[in-house]
């Protein structure tokens, strides 16, 4: 009998093959990008099992990601110590500002400062990259704000550590989290059949809509986060991407990707960079949906699911 992963991993092969219009020699190609590193203890495991968790599943795969680290998280020996090891292990460090800001509103504040300050907490690890990632993807709410946020990243020199591939996992990670606040024994299983197919589905539409925009399939980074559906389920999720025909790479081989260096004439500028492309070409429209991803397209499922 056919185990119900290898189904649905089945499934996402076929879809994807038959969204992008792929032949079975143009595999598409993806990273993991981990933001807000937190240490904290949770349901169902530490803080330090979460972490160590995460680097089991890469190190299966023998893949390196790229942690973008929120300076406000890791302030404490413990969290240091944590950072250490991802960097010890070949994982990429980089920026995702101090505090988390939000850089798309009316006043967006001082990127620089923040910037600077995660700086401060990051830079000397020996695998630290100089990419930066906008809090929310959202790097400014009109053609000015936007272009004074690129000036303040290549005043420092730092590439933008765009998203190719957005999705909502920390949303399926926030219901899990409230499921096991009312039900501390619940079957965690069903999250991450859900967040399974979620990311793949996300991943098909993505590439699709990069090879309608840039006429080939660029080095994807998918966003994910440190936190308990990654700790539990990155296992399941690498495997099914493999599965689904899609090939696991490094992150600083994804970044090298000149798809990277766009800067899409789009205000406000935000979500995915392939998003962000389609906008700024004019044709797509009809396939973009604003915002790209949030928690109210998934609860509709979740809710039928009773998850």
């Known amino acids: 009998m056919m185990h119900r992963r290898e189904l649905l991993s089945g499934l996402a092969a076929a879809g994807l093959l038959a969204a992008t219009g792929a032949r079975a020699d143009e595999r598409p190609r993806v990273a993991i990008t981990i933001d807000d590193f937190r240490f904290e203890d949770g349901p169902l495991i530490s803080g330090d099992t979460r972490h160590h968790g995460i680097l089991d599943a890469l190190y299966f795969e023998r893949i390196k990601a790229a942690g973008f680290v929120t300076g406000k998280h890791v302030g404490s020996a413990e969290a240091r110590a944590h950072l250490e090891s991802w960097a010890g292990s070949g994982h990429f460090v980089a920026n995702h500002t101090f505090s988390h800001a939000y850089y798309g509103g009316a006043e967006p504040g001082d990127l620089g400062a923040d910037i600077d300050r995660a700086a401060d907490l990051i830079a000397d690890l020996p695998t630290w990259r100089p990419w930066f990632r906008f809090p929310y993807l959202a790097e400014g709410r009109t053609a000015e704000s936007r272009d004074l946020m690129r000036a303040v990243l290549d005043s420092r020199r730092l590439m933008n550590g ?4 957005d999705a909502s996992d920390w949303y399926v990670n926030q219901r899990l989290l409230a499921r096991l606040e009312k039900e501390p024994n619940a079957d965690v299983m069903p999250y991450g059949a859900y967040l399974v197919r979620h990311l793949l589905d996300r991943a098909a539409f993505y590439d699709g809509l990069a090879r309608a925009v ?23 999720v690498l495997k099914a991407f493999r599965d689904s025909g899609w090939v696991l790479i490094d992150a600083d081989e994804a970044f090298a990707d000149p798809v990277f260096a766009s800067r899409p004439d789009v205000a406000p500028c935000s979500h995915s960079l392939i998003h962000q492309l389609a906008k700024a070409d004019g044709r797509f429209g009809d396939r973009l949906r604003y915002p ?3 928690g109210p397209y998934e609860a509709p499922a979740m809710d039928a699911l009773g998850l």
């Open 162 to 165: 765009h998203v190719t591939i």
């Open 214 to 236: 840039l006429g080939r399939s660029p080095a994807h980074t998918l966003l994910i986060h440190h936190n308990l559906t990654t700790a539990l389920f990155l296992p399941m």
């Open 292 to 294: 790209g991803e949030d």
